[in-house]
């Protein structure tokens, strides 16, 4: 079975930094267009950012210039780095694996911005 798994969520205060990893069992990442999204409390999952298979990367106008999407393919993990963390940035914050008809999602981290 196929599983992503999202950790270092946490609190942050207002201009921190926070790491989220993305581990995967029984799929390569390299293989994959992986992607990270959030979702906000009474709002609609949305498109963080995505690296593909060649490591291009694309993001979100919210994020560009704070987050950083990496992948470890030694580890079978994917990065995000979030600097500057502001209050919108609450939110859950889940992993997608996307290739051709396969696509997998994590659980979710909760990430919470505030002092």
């Known amino acids: 079975q196929v599983q992503l798994v999202e950790s270092g969520g946490g609190l942050v205060q207002p201009g921190g930094s926070l790491r989220l990893s993305c581990a995967a069992s029984r799929i390569f990442l390299r293989l994959y267009a992986m992607s990270w999204y959030r979702q906000a409390p009474g709002k609609q999952r949305e498109l963080v950012g995505t690296?593909?298979?060649?490591?291009?990367?694309n993001y979100a106008d919210s994020v560009k210039g704070r987050f950083t999407i990496s992948r470890d393919d030694a580890k079978n993990t994917v990065y995000l780095q979030m600097n500057s963390l502001q209050p919108e940035d609450t939110a859950v914050y889940y992993c997608?694996?996307?290739?051709?008809?396969?696509?997998?999602w994590g659980q979710g981290t909760q990430v919470t911005v505030s002092s």
């Open positions: 997608n694996a996307t290739r051709s008809n396969y696509n997998y």
């Open positions: 690296i593909t298979s060649s490591r291009d990367t």
